[in-house]
């Protein structure tokens, strides 16, 4: 399955509220769509210019709603047509990282991820990143959004 629009991606984030994960890395975070939201506003706070490494954070839960206990790494071939290589690089490399990677952002990536199962703070609601999923996908389009 490939996301291609951003109204269908925040239809498929939306539908993560409530939804139990199966068991998976960590067994998975008990709130999927609270944790997203988390894990995105706090790359937004460490990483302001970073869009594209936001929206990894925040759509890195996809794949446990549309394969579950599927293999890692799929939500990055499902969101690459609409986001673009680097957000797809992202989470295909987080999901296979191990706690040695040396990559900044994919440590980024994982210590928000981490963080974000365990903060509370009020971290917004899904329509608050409408634009910047629009600012990726719109740049990922002018960009060919292929390797």
Not at 7 to 24: H, K, T
Not at 63 to 71: A, D, E, M, R, V
Not at 119 to 132: H, I, K, N, P, S
Request: net charge neutral; hydrophobic share 45%; aromatic share 2%.
């Amino acid at each position: 399955m490939e996301l291609r629009s951003v109204e269908g991606l925040m239809a498929l984030l939306a539908a993560c509220r409530g939804v139990r994960p199966s068991a998976g890395r960590d067994g998975g975070p008990a709130d999927p769509h609270g944790h997203a939201l988390r894990t995105a506003a706090l790359l937004r706070r460490r990483r302001p210019a970073d869009k594209e490494l936001q929206v990894a954070g925040l759509v890195s839960v996809v794949g446990t709603l549309l394969w579950p206990g599927g293999p890692a790494g799929r939500t990055a071939e499902a969101v690459r047509p609409l986001l673009g290589p680097r957000v797809a690089h992202l989470l295909h490399g987080y999901a296979l990282a191990d706690a040695r990677c040396h990559d900044d952002d994919l440590l980024s990536l994982r210590r928000a991820d981490e963080e974000a199962r365990t903060a509370v703070f009020d971290a917004g609601v899904l329509e608050d990143w409408r634009t910047v999923l629009e600012l990726v996908a719109a740049r990922a389009s002018r960009l060919g959004a292929v390797d």
